[in-house]
């Protein structure tokens, strides 16, 4: 990327980014509005970092929050029980 602002705005509640080298009047006349992004945070092992956007007059931001990774409920279920869950008993 050659340090070219991201531009972007929420169409039904969407996020849409704008066409790779869009000039920024025509960006800002189309209504799309610069994305500030952030790096996402360094976690562990046990957590994930989930990407969010918050829209202002001006800009969109992307925003990150951290929640544990999900754990499997039944680590020890067999391949035989999953196909039972997932097709009711049929073979």
Known sequence: MRGETMY????DGKFVRAK????DQE??????KPVVLTSPPMTDSAH??????EETETEIVRH?????IPVDPD?????AEVYDIVFG???
């Open 8 to 11: 972007g705005k929420f169409i």
């Open 20 to 23: 790779y080298g869009i000039n």
């Open 27 to 32: 960006a800002l006349s189309l209504g799309f």
């Open 48 to 53: 994930m970092p989930i990407e969010w956007l």
């Open 64 to 68: 990150w929050n951290i929640v544990d």
């Open 75 to 79: 680590p020890d279920i067999s391949q």
């Open 89 to 91: 008993g049929a073979k």
